[in-house]
């Protein structure tokens, strides 16, 4: 048991920067080898993965979004971040975090509940 969740503003107006904060419950995001991944579902569109860091602090991140996109962590507190910049209504998306684990096979094993965030002025 792994719980994750999301918090962080709900509305951002257009332009300004996106950030979010997923605090990790019940295991170290620095144990080998899982990945911290953010994804997020507009309304009425699939999953998107943004990006992801690893549990050795290295970021990964979608090539469509790279330029607007960072992924830290504090390790103190067992938490990894979201920071999207330049924002539009377009980014408007239930955002979610998300474990990456298996070493050897890889998936999503454990989700945040996600967090609405809209993108309006």
């Known amino acids: 048991q792994v719980p994750l969740q999301e918090s962080g503003p709900g509305l951002v107006k257009p332009s300004q920067t996106l950030s979010l904060t997923c605090t990790v419950s019940?295991?170290?995001?620095?144990?080998?080898?899982?990945?911290w991944s953010w994804i997020r579902q507009p309304p009425g569109k699939g999953l998107e993965w943004m990006g992801a860091?690893?549990?050795?602090?290295?970021?990964y991140y979608s090539p469509s979004l790279k330029s607007r996109t960072s992924i830290s962590r504090v390790t103190s507190k067992n938490q990894f971040t979201l920071q999207l910049s330049s924002v539009t209504p377009e980014d408007t998306a239930v955002y979610y975090c998300?474990?990456?684990?298996?070493?050897?096979?890889?998936?999503?094993?454990?989700w945040g509940q996600g967090t609405q965030v809209t993108v309006s002025s």
């Open positions: 860091i690893a549990y050795s602090g290295n970021p």
């Open positions: 998300a474990r990456v684990g298996g070493e050897m096979r890889p998936r999503y094993d454990y």
């Open positions: 019940g295991g170290s995001i620095t144990t080998k080898y899982y990945y």
